[in-house]
Structure formats: C-alpha cells, structure tokens
C-alpha cells in the first residue's frame, strides 16, 4: 500500500472486489495424468509457480468421480488455503475452462465482481507486496501447514483503481508475463541442450548405455576415490551441498541455522572434494568443493585421487542421468525416503575411465555448456524481479499507466466464469 491513494482510486477489501469464493472435496485418486473419459483433481503445486499449470493434476478413482465438485473455470483465481507458510496463499488465474479438472479442498476458486477485471485480481493476489498480508492471515498449530479463514481472506486491504486503469495494468503486466513465459522456455530448452551434450559426452564411461565404449578400462570407485571422514573442525565455516549449487555457505540458502548445537560428529569438506548428500545422491545432490569447511553428518566427502580421477570430470558425471541410475541402484532402502549411499556401496560402482587429459577436456567443456545455460536462467530470474516490482509499482498506484477505454471481455470473461 502506498500513503497516499491517486484520487480516483479506492481503498477496500476483498469483499469488495469478489463475488464468491468455492472449494472442492478431497477425494482418492491416482498419481498419474488423466487418460480419455476420466476427470482429475487438481494439486495444490498447481498455482506454485503463479502461473495456473493443468497438468498438475491426479486422476480420479471411478468410484470417486460422483464426488467431484467445483470444475475449474475460466476467469476465476486459484488460491492455496491450505499449505506451509511459504506456500500458504499462492494462487493463479485461470484463462480457459477445463470441464474435466476439479477443485480438491486445497484451493479456493475465487470469482470476481462483475466490472472487475479478473486478471487484474489475479495480479493483485500474486503482488510480492500482497504476500506478507496472505501469509499473516493464515492460522494453525501446526508448524508445517497453515489455513486461512475465508472471512479473515475477505477482509483483506487492497487498493482498488478504476476499470479502466486495471485494464491498462493487465495490458502491462501481460506484456511481461509473455516475455517471462518466453524466457523460462529458452531456460527449459538450455536445460535440455546441456542433458543432452553431457549424456553425449559421458554416456561412454556408463556401463550398460548404449554409447558405452568398451575401449576404456573399467574401473572401480573405490580405487578413483577415498573417502574423507575427519571430524573435530567445529570452528571451521559450516557448508551446505545443494542439487544445482554444489557445495556453498550454509547461510546463503537458510539464515537460520538450524544446525546440531554440538558439531563434533561434522565432517570436514576440502577444495577439490566431492561431498554428497548420503540419502539424495540418486537424485544429483552433490557438488566439486571450492571451500574449506564442515558438512553434516547426513553428508558423505569424497576426494579424489590425483592420479587417477579429475574432480571436475568425476562431479560431472555424477549429474549424467544414465549415472544417476547406477548411484539410485546402488543407494539401499525400502523406499525413496530411506534410500541411501554410503561409502561402502559407492567404492562397489563401476565406470569406465578415460586418461587424465580426456577427463579434464570433458570437464571443461561441459562447464562452457553449463556457463552459457547459466546465463539464460540469471536473465530470466531478472526478468520475473523486474516484473514484481513493476508489479508493486502499478498496483499500489506509485506508477501510472493511461486508462483504457472499458473492456466488455471483462464482463463476459466474468459471464462465462
């Protein structure tokens, strides 16, 4: 909210601005896409993004479908109500009918007032102003999920601009989500481009690919690596391994430190070792070391031998999917929660291994893949932060666009919703 309104516009609440809100039912369903003649029922990582996403779905059970309720219709804004406190309150707008799409008890449909442009609503619910207010209203004991009452939803502050600046918003604001869409498709292409140029370039290393070349020697883990297990550096800097960092700062993902008290049992991390996430590492988490510090024991440090393995080469191949699969075949466990990687299990997976000169030559090229997709996805993440400010900017009134002349798509969006 700004100090001061523009005078043509209103200070309100939701009331104000919304016709109805409706939920759905909880009903059983399979995780999968629905197939032709079946209805689905929506997740809740539908809205995640902010962006409505139908595929975010599960298929309801035949038994279940007369319970269905509240279909997912265009012109309405999906809300989370029901979700963690960084979730809680997320929403999307809807653009189209999907007849065979179902609220669950999760997520609001909230229906605006007839001469409210829905898009408009829907970037007011999105607004990175508005956030702190839907997350404030939400209640609960439990530590993990948080609700928000209807009414205490409907009661909300915002500030209203006439019809015709709401258009001229949506016009703005459109414009940039366009190009946002448009950004995040050139990231999932460089995603792509890089699985695909890592799998050509290491998929020969793999036992059992079909770019397998034989002509290298295989060779063991255990004899390219030994693990690294000292303790009793309590005062050195306390790391973190990620999926898609690696190995950082703890405190540059959560400034919290949520950490044990009592740090003996840390393991000590070195520029050039490899640390991985024990029960994750058939899912990529692991990363090449660049620092000096101390990991969880829920991690695992590796480092290897110079004369064998480069550790560039080796972290990199430990992101090849066709590599994942061996690392998830060799983590133990009855389910995913509980698989895990050990050291012991690690040393027993086989791979082929060029000379030390092929190894560093892959390495580098596939960091120059890696770079060049970075700077896509660093350009798409300014985009959407330069969208969310002009996003406060125009909602709040600071910054002003022309009215348009009413917009009669507005009433019939709001008709066919």
């Not at 653009?95 to 909230?110: G, H, I, K, N, Q």
């Not at 007011?124 to 508005?130: R, S, Y």
């Not at 792509?192 to 140029?197: I, K, P, R, W, Y």
């Amino acid at each position: 909210m700004i100090g001061t309104l523009p005078p043509d516009w209103k200070q309100g609440t939701l009331a104000d601005v919304v016709t109805s809100v409706t939920t759905g039912v909880s009903v059983n369903s399979e995780d999968r896409l629905v197939r032709d003649g079946e209805v689905g029922v929506l997740k809740t990582s539908c809205v995640l993004r902010g962006v409505f996403e139908p595929e975010q779905h599960k298929a309801v059970l035949s038994a279940e479908r007369h319970r269905v309720s509240c279909p997912v219709r265009r012109g309405t804004v999906l809300v989370s109500r029901m979700n963690t406190v960084d979730l809680v309150g997320l929403s999307a707008y809807v653009p189209e009918d999907y007849p065979d799409l179902f609220l669950p008890d999760r997520l609001w449909a909230v229906l605006p007032s007839p001469r409210i442009n829905p898009r408009w609503l829907g970037y007011m619910l999105a607004n990175p102003a508005f956030r702190p207010l839907l997350a404030g209203a939400s209640n609960g004991t439990s530590g993990s999920m948080k609700s928000i009452p209807q009414d205490t939803f409907l009661r909300l502050p915002i500030t209203i601009p006439p019809c015709g600046e709401q258009d001229g918003i949506v016009a703005v604001l459109h414009d940039w989500e366009r190009a946002e869409a448009a950004a995040l498709g050139l990231v999932a292409a460089a995603a792509l481009h890089v699985s695909g140029l890592t799998s050509l370039h290491l998929d020969q290393f793999i036992p059992g690919t079909a770019g397998e070349d034989s002509s290298f020697p295989l060779l063991r883990l255990g004899d390219a690596f030994v693990e690294r297990d000292e303790k009793g550096h309590e005062g050195a800097p306390l790391l973190s391994i990620t999926g898609e960092r690696g190995v950082v700062l703890r405190e540059e993902i959560e400034r919290r430190d949520t950490s044990a008290e009592d740090k003996s049992n840390y393991r000590l991390i070195l520029p050039g070792d490899i640390g991985y996430n024990t029960m994750r590492m058939w899912q990529g988490v692991c990363g090449l070391s660049s620092l000096r510090g101390i990991v969880s024991p829920a991690y695992t440090v590796v480092t290897p031998r110079p004369e064998v393995m480069d550790g560039a080469f080796a972290a990199a191949l430990f992101k090849a999917p066709h590599m994942i699969e061996w690392l998830r075949r060799y983590s133990q466990g009855i389910v995913d929660d509980t698989l895990n990687l050990k050291f012991e299990q690690f040393r027993q997976i086989r791979i082929r291994l060029p000379p030390l000169d092929t190894q560093r030559r892959i390495a580098n090229a596939i960091h120059a893949i890696r770079a060049e997709a970075d700077v896509t996805a660093r350009l798409a993440t300014k985009l959407r932060q330069h969208k969310q400010t002009l996003m406060t900017q125009l909602l709040s009134g600071a910054l002003r666009v022309p009215q348009r002349k009413a917009n009669s798509n507005v009433q019939m969006e709001n008709a066919n919703a």
